[in-house]
């Protein structure tokens, strides 16, 4: 199984702002998308944003569109996600996870390898 590392979460006032890092590991060629979710305490865990790994598409999920931006730097095998005007609400572990086909609907069944996660924590 592959193992995805996320880096970057932290503490953060309501509307800042917050870059999460998703490493990939290296010599894994079958992997065609890279999306973030994250999971608050006591709800299910829920799409952010995925990516292709040629860059092109991207999906978001409506909460964030406007507001957060995923992106990949092939050449360093990693995945990012600028999240701006963060809120409250959006207090979570966030994770990013490798999918090996690019699905017209995200399901996390679709998604087989994941990282640890990353707390992100938005204080009001």
């Known amino acids: 199984q592959v193992q995805l590392v996320e880096s970057g979460g932290g503490l953060v006032q309501a509307g800042g702002s917050l870059r999460l890092s998703c490493a990939v590991p290296g010599r894994t060629f079958s992997i065609i998308a890279v999306g973030w979710f994250r999971q608050a305490p006591g709800k299910e865990r829920e799409f952010v944003a995925r990516?292709?790994?040629?860059?092109?598409?991207?999906d978001y999920a409506d909460s964030v569109k406007g507001r957060f931006t995923i992106s990949r730097d092939s050449a360093k095998n990693m995945v990012y996600l600028q999240m701006n005007s963060l809120k409250p609400e959006e207090t979570a572990v966030y994770y990013c996870?490798?999918?090996?086909?690019?699905?017209?609907?995200?399901?996390?069944?679709?998604?087989?390898?994941w990282g640890q996660g990353t707390q992100v924590t938005v204080s009001s």
């Open positions: 996870a490798a999918a090996r086909y690019w699905t017209i609907q995200v399901a996390l069944r679709d998604f087989g390898s």
């Open positions: 990516v292709s790994c040629s860059g092109s598409p991207t």
